[in-house]
């Protein structure tokens, strides 16, 4: 099993402390950049995979590094969406 198989069942278990790190390690891995837009873009990040022409966006937590739950189901049902995942 790879680093990247580990991370992606690690991201699938939803666990309470997955951090923004893995997150860009994770979609680094299915093709993805992580884009901030200049200086005034603030926490908004994008995720773009210029293979599929499909972005992700959201908001890089504030304080600690670790995502809510939402961000990590939203993350998830974008890459079913674009059949990454199943």
Same mark, same amino acid.
């Given at each position: !099993?790879?680093k =990247?198989?580990? #991370?992606l069942?690690?991201?699938l278990? &939803?666990?309470?402390d997955?951090?923004?790190n893995e !997150?860009?390690?994770l *979609?680094?891995?299915?093709?993805y =950049?992580?884009?901030r837009?200049?200086?005034?873009?603030g926490?908004?990040?994008?995720?773009?995979?210029?293979?599929?022409?499909?972005?992700i966006? #959201?908001?890089?937590?504030?304080?600690k590094?670790? *995502?809510?739950?939402? =961000?990590l189901? *939203?993350?998830?049902?974008? #890459?079913?969406? =674009?059949?990454? *995942? &199943?």
């Amino acid at each position: !099993m790879t680093k =990247q198989d580990k #991370l992606l069942n690690r991201f699938l278990s &939803k666990p309470k402390d997955f951090t923004y790190n893995e !997150m860009i390690k994770l *979609l680094k891995g299915f093709g993805y =950049q992580e884009v901030r837009s200049g200086k005034t873009s603030g926490s908004r990040v994008a995720f773009i995979n210029s293979a599929k022409h499909h972005i992700i966006r #959201l908001h890089k937590p504030h304080t600690k590094n670790i *995502l809510k739950k939402y =961000q990590l189901d *939203l993350i998830q049902e974008e #890459l079913k969406n =674009q059949e990454i *995942l &199943k």
